[in-house]
């Protein structure tokens, strides 16, 4: 089995986190990761809206929805 390398990214962060940052520069960072990830889900889910014609009305029939499977 080969090691799996290192993605861009990882490398990129590396390269960011060989300096001794404070607290506050890590929550910043932390930050900005979390809302750049949430920012590409957003739009996404917004994809997937228009395509599938999505409506409040779909979900409310999802949360309606009973998909567990029957215990025998």
């Given at each position: 089995?080969?090691?799996?390398?290192?993605?861009?990214?990882?490398?990129?962060?590396?390269?960011?986190f060989s300096?001794?940052?404070n607290n506050q520069q890590l929550s910043d960072i932390k930050n900005l990761l979390a809302n750049y990830f949430a920012q590409q889900a957003t739009e996404e889910m917004d994809k997937l809206w228009e395509e599938n014609n999505w409506d409040n009305d779909t979900m409310t029939e999802w949360t309606n929805e009973h998909l567990r499977t029957p215990y025998q």
């Amino acid at each position: 089995m080969q090691p799996q390398k290192l993605s861009n990214l990882q490398l990129e962060l590396l390269k960011v986190f060989s300096y001794q940052l404070n607290n506050q520069q890590l929550s910043d960072i932390k930050n900005l990761l979390a809302n750049y990830f949430a920012q590409q889900a957003t739009e996404e889910m917004d994809k997937l809206w228009e395509e599938n014609n999505w409506d409040n009305d779909t979900m409310t029939e999802w949360t309606n929805e009973h998909l567990r499977t029957p215990y025998q």
